[in-house]
């Protein structure tokens, strides 16, 4: 075997022989262990900048400092209930953009009329940057849970009528034949049919949905500035405690993570069939 | 004999549909927008007798895929009629002449592009027409799994149809359409798609499952071979637009199987065909060229 590993269409993870007796350096060398060890080494050279230029920490604290920091916020400083209550936020409108995108989606591919109806109004909120709404929709909704679930749903909704369309759009006209053929109802149609074959592509807008809800939310709590972490954020960059919005950035980050990853996973258990 | 395992013998028709398809003076003209008229179908008549499969061979653009569609009810003709008939005499011992109008008889299609659900499994595939139709799900997964042997693919259940060959989706197509039991099976070029070896493997086999369905088959195909291998009937269209410009009875000696291409009248035939279609494609080109 070539001690070539790099994964890829021509790695055969079937054929491969396992490797008990492969040098440490080499598997080191594996892309996986590269990525962390790449993060691993930035920290450690960030840490070590630090101490040796003497920076002052209220410009770049130690990242050892920050998770300190990062430790005291959630032990005694109630992080979680911000953290909780952005979650719930993020997700809460995410869901109800979800029902209510796919359902339209659904209802505009298959309805001219309603297409013709809703599409003008899409062609312009949806490019319109949803943050310009956060002053109207607080003189409408006040600073409360309905505003930040409007916020949130907006994001999501767009992208998600928008691929859906698309999605169902694509679907091989072939295969809505084949189905009437068989004698599926209209109903039958878009159940069997057409929604499965828009998965992939209202996928798509979900992964550009949630990640404009989550923008979205971060920064409605930070012009509101109450409970969640965008307020913790803006609160303690306005008292110059650098440690702390370092640590709420990483909650943020670790966050994008985690929702990528789920998504990849769901992605990836919902599209077996195109894989091989 | 048929080098194709048979598992049951060929006696055991099942769903035997007595309706005949009239095609009365049926045409298809597609308005377009730069003034000049598409026409999809001239006017065609003919009869698909029942338990009878009759090919429809043609030129391309000729119009036969359409006229399937005709038949199956997906297009409207925009002339003529098609009238679902049971015809009194032939067969039964009292002879009612005079024919009765009945409703459209079951049918399923397969398709040359093979139209499998890519997201399903190939028994979930072929068990689709029964899920939709309300069957238990022990049932119609026996069911499908039952028509899935029949078409030589046990084992296969469980895979996507992008993990089989060409030929082996078609089989799934096959299998779908005819675990339906239906009474009038429509072939839409369902080789067409595929190399010229599996195309001969799958024409036997399925000249084998169409024999021992009994049912009512319409064959559209652009093979002569094919046509004369399957068909009880076999009309040539002419070129576009397309009208019946014979209809040639084949009554070459069941089962039938590459062996049957050696028989003398199996030339004869195929000579038949082959001299009628070569001027309607010659013809065909021209306009086509004119075309474009």
Known sequence: ?276 | MSPVPSPAPAAARTATSATTIAVEAVGLTFPSKSGEPTVALGEVSCRFAPGKVTAIIGPSGCGKSTLLQIVRGFLAPTRGTLRFLLLGGDGATDAAATPRDVAAPHMATVWQAFNLFPWRTVIDNVAFGLEVAGVPKAERLARARKALAAVDLGGFEQKYPRQLSGGMRQRVGIARALVMEPEVLLLDEPFGALDAQTRLVLQEQLATLVERSGTTAILVTHSIEEAILLADTILVMTARPGRIAAEIHDDLPHPRSMATTHDPRFAALFDRIYGLLRQEVIRAMATEGGDA
């Open chain 1, 1 to 276: 075997m070539s001690p070539d590993t790099t994964a890829g269409p021509l790695a055969s993870p079937d054929t491969a022989p396992a490797a008990p007796s492969r040098g440490l350096l080499a598997r080191l060398g594996e892309p996986k262990a590269l990525s962390w060890i790449a993060v691993a080494v930035v920290i450690l050279a960030w840490e070590l900048a630090v101490i040796v230029l003497q920076l002052n920490p209220i410009y770049l604290p130690r990242p050892s400092r920050i998770v300190v920091a990062l430790f005291e916020m959630f032990r005694s400083g109630g992080l979680a209930t911000d953290l909780i209550a952005t979650l719930i936020r993020i997700f809460g409108g995410f869901f109800i953009a979800l029902a209510f995108g796919v359902a339209l989606g659904v209802w505009m591919a298959v309805s001219v009329r309603v297409r013709a109806i809703a599409d003008n109004f899409i062609a312009a909120l949806y490019p319109l940057p949803k943050v310009t709404l956060i002053p109207l929709l607080i003189i409408w909704l006040g600073t409360g849970g309905p505003f930040m679930l409007t916020i949130s749903m907006l994001g999501a909704f767009f992208p998600v009528v928008i691929n859906t369309v698309l999605g169902i759009s694509q679907c091989d006209q072939g295969l809505v034949l084949a189905a009437r053929d068989l004698g599926a109802s209209r109903r039958q149609i878009i159940r069997m049919v057409l929604l499965p074959s828009a998965i992939p592509s209202i996928f798509a807008g979900i992964r550009l949905g949630l990640g404009v809800s989550i923008i979205l939310v971060v920064a409605a709590e930070m012009v509101v500035g109450k409970l969640g972490l965008g307020a913790r954020l803006y609160l303690a960059g306005q008292v110059l405690e650098t440690e702390q919005v370092f640590a709420v950035l990483i909650v943020l980050a670790t966050l994008g993570i985690v929702v990528t990853k789920v998504q990849d996973a769901i992605d990836v258990r919902l599209g077996h069939w195109r894989v091989n």
